[in-house]
């Protein structure tokens, strides 16, 4: 997809803590992860290779899952016009920011009780948490609406190959040199969906939060939103 850099600013102010609903058309993504998620952990008792037989309507239901809300999510207009809006409203106020992400561990420890506040499990909180963790240096980002574009694009990609992938088991699912092979692949792609999924459930719980400041919304969104990218460069290159 295009680049999503890091500019010199970061989007915050004003129009931003009037905006912190923008997302809140886009609730599906929760309910969506949640139940693609405990579809995959049933799966994921399973061996993939000598037990595929009993792991592949689980795993295969997961995927197609997430590919839908994918799929969803890219026609979503609410979620793009609210993106949009952002981008054009919001004043750049670095500092805030900067100070905010220098405290990591305090960061996370807020994000974590955003989401179990929200109602997820704590294990899929922690998990959702870990995403932010490896893209909260990248929150300086998404400053321009081509890349809007592009990360729409990317999702309707990521949605195309899980489709591809669960259609390709459920086609071969009584071929058993097949099977175990083609699951692994279906779990390979089904973890960056998951990935791009779950960067659009921060994104959504981040600005939808009545406890959270303006800050927190903020990186909350950001670092969902590069979540996002990454992950479907990791879709990409499968």
Known sequence: MGSILPSPGIIYGKAFMSSSKIFGKT???????????KLYEEASGTDLVSGSGKAAPELTASARLVAETLERLAADEDFYHGLKAYIDDVQAEYQEVTRQIKDLDEFL????????AAGYEPAHA???????????????????????????????????????VSNSVERNIDKEAFLPRSLVKTARVLDAGFGILGGAVLAYEGSVSESASPVVRLVSIGSGIVGIARKIENIDKT
């Open 27 to 37: 609730g599906y993504v929760r309910d969506a992860w949640s139940g693609a998620k």
């Open 126 to 164: 922690l998990e959702l948490v870990q995403g932010v963790s490896i893209t909260i240096g990248a929150v300086y980002a998404l400053t321009h609406p081509d890349q809007i574009e592009e990360l729409r694009k990317g999702i309707s990609r990521a949605g195309r190959a899980l489709n591809t």
């Open 109 to 116: 420890k807020t994000e974590y009780g955003i989401l179990t």
